[in-house]
């Protein structure tokens, strides 16, 4: 979409598109609420900075509309842009099985020991590299862990908004 349809969109309609970006409430009006924009990077920064304000609770809430790395059947809940934008961050994700017994492991021993869902911004990275992600961050205490949470849902939301509004 160009960042001049974006900046003409109904409110309910722009609230519609950074949905799917992320689902965190606050950050979907108060972007919404801040058109027109005069540049993509005058948005990208104002996204940027509404990531700073989001509470434990907003992330909490967002990471249960992400499907777990590599799982296939959660993707159906999914919007068909989130869908999309959810097959290119993990295009190159491809699990042999060993890798896939590898990965469920590791995101039940993850759930176990923090309560919610791996979260890793996916866009370049191999079933392998998300593995070794995933092994080190089960190393962190559960406040080091939320901060990594928090930087990993920022940046795919923002990945997301590059992506989806043209200059």
Not at 30 to 56: C, F, G, M, V
Not at 100 to 119: M, V
Request: charged letters at 25%.
């Amino acid at each position: 979409m160009q960042l001049s349809e974006f900046n003409q969109l109904s409110e309910t309609q722009a609230q519609e598109f950074l949905k799917h970006c992320v689902h965190i409430s606050s950050w979907i009006r108060d972007l919404a609420e801040q058109r027109p924009y005069p540049s993509k990077h005058t948005l990208i920064n104002a996204a940027q900075k509404q990531t700073e304000t989001w509470t434990w609770q907003d992330i909490k809430a967002a990471l249960y509309t992400h499907p777990r790395i590599g799982e296939q059947k959660a993707k159906k809940d999914l919007s068909a842009q989130e869908q999309a934008f959810s097959e290119k961050e993990q295009a190159l994700v491809y699990q042999d099985v060993a890798t896939t017994d590898a990965l469920y492991d590791a995101n039940l021993a993850y759930e176990q020991k923090f309560g919610f869902i791996f979260l890793i911004k996916a866009v370049g990275l191999t079933s392998m590299d998300i593995l070794n992600a995933l092994q080190q961050r089960l190393e962190n205490d559960e406040d080091t862990e939320k901060q990594v949470v928090h930087q990993q849902l920022a940046g795919i939301a923002l990945h997301r908004l590059e992506q989806g509004i043209e200059a």
